[in-house]
């Protein structure tokens, strides 16, 4: 097991791997109703992004875990700049909000520690900076403010100093379903109002 790390890979070969084992460990990933997936040409034009840090974890010359660590939030679209230009002004200014725009990991692999290899590494690095590192996580790996993956990236950031878990927002994921509506089982929207405010519908 080898951990490469690249800026501006312009190795189409390369990123055509890459993006195979995205697709295929996240993109194609049907297990959650969302996921911040990108196209090829997106994919394509992150890594070539000479501000992003490309980590992956190979074995067998096969890759096995990757991450993206945009270090200039501006170019990214799942982040509002404004935020943290408001909220850590100054380190916004000096170019220190990064983060973590994606983690991909090869489901059929055992990769305990190649987790914990990469995070060294790549924590290591974002320690040195005095980066605020931001990263998201879905419901199902974080289920409550405390403990989950939350906890286990602060514990992997103490391997590699000083840090401080700093919750930022929650966000949750619901929809409308009118299948009822469709089926002519809807009711009008008076009595839909009058449940709504606690008065009995007519």
Same mark, same amino acid.
């Given at each position: 097991?080898?951990?490469?790390?690249? +800026?501006?890979? #312009?190795?189409? %070969?390369?990123? #055509?791997?890459?993006?195979?084992?995205?697709?295929?460990?996240?993109?194609?990933?049907?297990?959650?109703?969302?996921?911040?997936?990108?196209?090829?040409?997106?994919?394509?034009?992150?890594?070539?992004?000479?501000?992003?840090?490309?980590?992956?974890?190979?074995?067998?010359?096969?890759?096995?875990?990757?991450?993206?660590?945009?270090?200039?939030? +501006?170019?990214?679209?799942?982040?509002?700049?404004?935020?943290?230009?408001?909220?850590? +002004?100054?380190?916004?200014?000096? #170019?220190?909000?990064?983060?973590?725009?994606?983690?991909?990991?090869?489901?059929?692999?055992?990769?305990?520690?190649?987790?914990?290899?990469?995070?060294?590494?790549?924590?290591?690095?974002?320690?040195?900076?005095?980066?605020?590192?931001?990263?998201?996580?879905?419901?199902?790996?974080?289920?409550?403010?405390?403990?989950?993956?939350?906890?286990?990236?602060?514990?992997?950031?103490?391997? %590699?100093?000083?840090?401080?878990?700093?919750?930022?927002?929650?966000?949750?994921?619901?929809?409308?379903?009118?299948?009822?509506?469709?089926?002519?089982?809807?009711?009008?929207?008076?009595?839909?109002?009058?449940?709504?405010? #606690?008065?009995?519908? +007519?």
């Amino acid at each position: 097991m080898f951990i490469s790390r690249h +800026t501006r890979l #312009g190795d189409a %070969v390369l990123r #055509g791997r890459l993006w195979e084992f995205y697709r295929r460990a996240y993109a194609d990933n049907p297990l959650l109703p969302f996921s911040e997936i990108v196209t090829r040409p997106e994919f394509d034009e992150i890594l070539l992004n000479s501000t992003n840090r490309v980590w992956v974890v190979w074995e067998d010359n096969q890759p096995i875990v990757m991450t993206l660590i945009a270090t200039d939030i +501006t170019t990214t679209r799942w982040l509002n700049a404004d935020y943290f230009r408001r909220y850590h +002004t100054e380190r916004m200014r000096k #170019g220190l909000v990064h983060y973590v725009m994606w983690v991909v990991v090869d489901a059929a692999v055992a990769i305990r520690g190649a987790n914990i290899a990469l995070a060294k590494e790549a924590l290591a690095v974002e320690a040195r900076d005095g980066a605020l590192l931001v990263f998201d996580l879905p419901e199902a790996k974080q289920t409550a403010d405390d403990g989950g993956a939350a906890e286990l990236m602060l514990r992997m950031g103490q391997m %590699v100093g000083d840090v401080e878990l700093v919750p930022l927002a929650a966000q949750r994921y619901y929809a409308l379903d009118f299948t009822r509506a469709r089926s002519g089982i809807a009711r009008d929207d008076g009595d839909t109002m009058k449940d709504a405010m #606690g008065t009995p519908a +007519t």
